[in-house]
């Protein structure tokens, strides 16, 4: 009788990870439909709109960027000027220094000839205390605004503190080792400006920049990475970015703004208090407190994602720190979801609860846990009953991963016309079949170790990201 039950569980549990697998890979056949539809949609109306207009703009909506440095001091001059030279009528650099115990201040007064100045404000949102404020006495930083303080522990108590004294309605974040596409503001805010419905963030796509050759903060020539870790990772980039981001776009249920780079109304976020210091996911914990203020007042409202290549980042190179990196994100993910439970199936949040949340859940915070159990079944299924249907299902998972990421790489490719020569969109293809066979499983590992992390409460330790820097290089060598 034991074993008769015991075959029945097996035959069951075998049936729901095939019906989970089959859901899984036609969620995504929908998602890439859409995602060409959306592309399509968005590239034929941003040529009709003319972007450049807003440089002629008096009344031009102004925009905030801010950025949290904490011991970037080998990226930072670079990456400030990258900030100021964007294209755009009217924004402010604020540069957040979260407690650097590094040089990372000092060259930033070096560099851009900063003096301590008297600031004024009103405290709004909860973050730790600001020890100074920076102006520069040179003209041609003249909306730049460096912020020491106290280091908060989270990049999210930095971002709010710049929140908190920024000057205009809009605000874009983004993180310090990114570098941003000159008419970044241009897209977004010719976007927003649009739109009939009221847009309250908006994202784009981000790509690794490990092997990049940049001057001044300007990109100057864009390379396949050379490191197989960031090659991953670049390649995972692409793929969510389709599927993940311009998918959800078509119907309005974007689940996630990168916070490498995302524009919001300032408005909102300070209606919601800001980020949550605590959190270990602040961007995706953010929007969901936004969509949810949104919908609890019955206010309209738009999250939009554009297919447009405007920030570049720079990937963990090591497989300890990409762990340790994916380890802090699946750990915030858990805890998002589990804070916001009773948006579950919920009628009044609309698609976030009826949608997103679900799909999220089912499909990205259990999908590690799903995945890792349905392996080591499928395995231990086929060596006692010998069973060939297992390693064929496995097969057919491992190939449709594979030819997904293909695809997203070529569309990618047909798009934009990203990289220069096919030997890199040939590697990056080759990188979309090694892809399930060993980032993959390292991810998993991470995101198991993540939720058990945050399960038992361990004490989380922020490691350093150990960057490289950006390549520079100097006038003789163009």
């Not at 590239?43 to 207009?53: G, P, Q, V, W, Y």
């Not at 993540?450 to 038992?456: D, L, P, Q």
Request: include cysteine; charged fraction near 20%.
């Amino acid at each position: 009788m034991n074993d008769l039950l015991i075959e029945i569980l097996e035959f069951v549990y075998l049936k729901a990870i095939i019906y989970y697998s089959i859901a899984l890979m036609l969620s995504y056949i929908i998602l890439l439909i859409f995602a060409g539809i959306s592309i399509d949609r968005n590239l034929f109306f941003s040529r009709l709109r003319h972007k450049e207009d807003l440089l002629q703009m008096n009344n031009a909506p102004g925009v905030s960027i801010i950025t949290a440095a904490f011991n970037e001091s080998e990226t930072i001059t670079a990456n400030v000027h990258s900030l100021l030279n964007l294209s755009y009528p009217k924004f402010e650099v604020i540069i957040v220094n979260d407690g650097s115990t590094d040089d990372t201040l000092q060259k930033m007064i070096n560099h851009f000839e900063l003096t301590e100045v008297t600031y004024f404000y009103e405290k709004k949102l909860d973050f730790e205390p600001i020890r100074g404020f920076y102006k520069s006495s040179n003209k041609a930083y003249a909306n730049l605004l460096v912020i020491d303080k106290v280091n908060g522990k989270s990049k999210a108590d930095a971002i709010n503190a710049g929140l908190n004294v920024s000057n205009f309605p809009y605000f874009l974040n983004t993180d310090v080792d990114c570098v941003l596409h000159r008419d970044t503001l241009l897209y977004f805010m010719s976007e927003i400006l649009s739109e009939r419905k009221r847009v309250i963030a908006i994202g784009a796509t981000l790509r690794m920049c490990n092997s990049f050759i940049y001057k001044n903060g300007i990109l100057k020539t864009i390379q396949l990475p050379k490191n197989i870790w960031v090659r991953f990772q670049e390649l995972e980039y692409v793929r969510s970015y389709l599927l993940g981001k311009m998918g959800w776009s078509y119907f309005n249920a974007v689940p996630n703004v990168s916070g490498g780079l995302g524009l919001f109304e300032k408005e909102i976020v300070m209606n919601v208090k800001g980020y949550d210091s605590k959190s270990f996911g602040e961007d995706m914990d953010l929007i969901i407190r936004i969509c949810r203020y949104m919908l609890e007042n019955k206010l309209e409202y738009k999250i939009k994602y554009i297919p447009q290549v405007l920030c570049w980042t720079e990937g963990p190179d090591s497989l300890k720190i990409l762990i340790q990196q994916r380890v802090r994100w699946s750990r915030g993910l858990w805890r998002i979801y589990g804070n916001n439970k009773k948006v579950f199936l919920n009628p009044k949040y609309k698609k976030l609860g009826l949608v997103i949340y679900p799909y999220n859940l089912f499909f990205e915070v259990l999908a590690p846990i799903i995945e890792f159990s349905g392996v080591v079944f499928m395995i231990s299924y086929y060596i006692i009953y010998q069973q060939g249907i297992v390693l064929i299902l496995l097969f057919i998972i491992y190939f449709f991963s594979a030819l997904v990421s293909t695809f997203s790489v070529l569309y990618n490719q047909f798009i934009h016309n990203y990289y220069k020569t096919h030997r890199e969109v040939y590697q990056l293809v080759l990188t979309a079949f090694l892809e399930p066979l060993i980032f993959h499983p390292v991810i998993v590992f991470s995101a198991l170790k993540g939720y058990a992390n945050e399960i038992m409460k361990t004490k989380h330790i922020w490691g350093d990201m150990n960057r490289k820097g950006l390549k520079q290089i100097e006038n003789n060598e163009e």
